[in-house]
């Protein structure tokens, strides 16, 4: 199994930037790629930005394309969204996951951390 922790949310005005964090523990070993979602209230939980964890191939939904950069940190099980511009839309609780590699889903989810962004 594997342990993912998050931190780095809070809350900003409009045009501000936060950088999340997450921290892999446990079984990472077959990691295909580590993603980041978020889920509004009311909405459905959406796609936002993955990472290859050998390549370092990069994948952002256009919502955020441009203002999220989607990293690795010198510790492979970490994993950051550096996030500029953000707008009052950017406002969800989001998640980090961890897709192994030979499955097609994210199959594991930390607890999520909370981003208001106020106008």
């Known amino acids: 199994q594997v342990q993912l922790v998050e931190s780095g949310g809070g809350s900003v005005q409009a045009g501000g930037s936060l950088r999340l964090s997450c921290v892999a523990s446990?079984?990472?070993?077959?990691?295909?790629?580590m993603g980041w979602f978020r889920q509004a209230p009311g909405k459905e939980r959406e796609f936002l930005a993955s990472?290859?964890?050998?390549?370092?191939?990069?994948d952002y939904a256009p919502s955020v394309k441009g203002r999220f950069t989607v990293s690795r940190g010198n510790a492979r099980s970490t994993m950051f969204l550096q996030m500029n511009s953000l707008k009052p839309d950017d406002t969800g609780v989001y998640y980090c996951?961890?897709?192994?590699?030979?499955?097609?889903?994210?199959?594991?989810w930390g607890q999520g951390t909370q981003v208001t962004v106020s106008s």
């Open positions: 996951a961890t897709r192994y590699r030979g499955r097609a889903e994210f199959d594991y």
């Open positions: 446990g079984r990472t070993f077959s990691t295909y790629a």
């Open positions: 990472i290859t964890w050998t390549e370092g191939r990069t």
